[in-house]
């Protein structure tokens, strides 16, 4: 099959810089927002959710400018291959991961006031727990940027981790309330910012799939026995 112009590669090359652009700032949001929470810092969790506009625009800035590339391309009859097609359908996909992720991080930071109000001290297993998160978005920008199929897989691998601490944090908290440790509204709030942060490597892994799917036409599947790769697509 022929290739497209230059000026589409070119075009789907700049969309693919502002996608990995949303990415670093994405997981900066995530670690602002674990940052405001641990120091119950309520103006420095407003200023996140503020910051959570530049990423929606940005998201619709993304969507608009790769359908309005494919749009050009089709009213031409331009021919492309399918590793470039592929590569287009996933910067959607991502992008859209990107936004949910975003979306996850204001609810992080918007727990903040509650945490401040109940002012007792996040278990420390729940920090470890969020850097972990922050390590996994850090790796699935550097795949993305590098459309690196390795660092993407190793984002896969990591999911395991994050249901086991969000497993020990869950038990932990049950123990505090029994002992009297804690309010159940503490319980509740750290509860809610697990639910979030395995949210967060869930969308992680699906852009680990994409990254996959975009850079050697394999489909990833997770199953009971693990993630297993489908034959490689056309």
Same mark, same amino acid.
């Given at each position: 099959?022929?290739?497209?112009?230059?000026?589409?590669?070119?075009?789907?090359?700049?969309?693919?810089?502002?996608?990995?652009?949303?990415?670093?700032?994405?997981?900066?949001?995530?670690?602002?927002?674990?940052?405001?929470?641990?120091?119950?810092?309520?103006?420095?969790?407003?200023?996140?959710?503020?910051?959570?506009?530049?990423?929606?625009?940005?998201?619709?800035?993304?969507?608009?400018?790769?359908?309005?590339?494919?749009?050009?391309?089709?009213?031409?009859?331009?021919?492309?291959?399918?590793?470039?097609?592929?590569?287009?359908?996933?910067?959607?996909?991502?992008? *859209?991961?990107? $936004? %949910?992720? #975003? +979306?996850? /991080? !204001?609810? =992080? &930071?918007?727990?903040?006031?509650?945490?401040?109000?109940?002012?007792?001290?996040?278990?420390?297993?729940?920090?470890?727990?969020?850097?972990?998160?922050?390590?996994?978005?850090?790796?699935?920008?550097?795949?993305?940027?590098?459309?690196?199929?390795?660092?993407?897989?190793?984002?896969?691998?990591?999911?395991?981790?994050?249901?086991?601490?969000?497993?020990?944090?869950?038990?932990?908290?049950?123990?505090?309330?029994?002992?009297?440790?804690?309010?159940?509204?503490?319980?509740?709030?750290?509860?809610?910012?697990? *639910?979030?942060? $395995? %949210?967060? #490597? +869930?969308? /992680? !892994?699906? =852009? &680990?799939?994409?990254?996959?799917?975009?850079?050697?036409?394999?489909?990833?599947?997770?199953?009971?026995?693990?993630?297993?790769?489908?034959?490689?697509?056309?």
């Amino acid at each position: 099959m022929p290739a497209p112009t230059a000026g589409f590669a070119a075009q789907l090359d700049q969309i693919g810089k502002t996608l990995v652009e949303q990415s670093h700032r994405v997981a900066k949001l995530f670690e602002a927002a674990c940052d405001a929470v641990f120091a119950m810092d309520v103006q420095a969790a407003r200023a996140v959710v503020d910051a959570d506009d530049e990423i929606d625009r940005v998201d619709i800035e993304i969507e608009a400018r790769t359908v309005a590339l494919l749009v050009e391309v089709a009213s031409r009859a331009e021919p492309v291959p399918p590793a470039e097609l592929r590569r287009m359908l996933v910067i959607v996909k991502v992008n *859209n991961e990107l $936004e %949910r992720t #975003a +979306d996850s /991080a !204001t609810a =992080i &930071a918007s727990l903040a006031p509650t945490f401040a109000g109940i002012g007792v001290a996040l278990p420390d297993t729940l920090r470890v727990l969020t850097n972990s998160v922050a390590g996994i978005l850090r790796d699935i920008t550097r795949s993305i940027e590098k459309r690196d199929p390795k660092l993407a897989k190793l984002v896969l691998d990591a999911e395991d981790t994050v249901e086991a601490f969000k497993s020990q944090l869950l038990r932990d908290a049950e123990r505090r309330i029994a002992a009297g440790e804690v309010s159940v509204d503490h319980a509740f709030a750290v509860h809610e910012l697990t *639910n979030q942060c $395995e %949210r967060i #490597a +869930d969308h /992680a !892994t699906n =852009i &680990a799939e994409q990254v996959i799917y975009a850079t050697t036409g394999a489909i990833v599947r997770h199953t009971e026995a693990g993630w297993v790769e489908l034959p490689r697509s056309s």
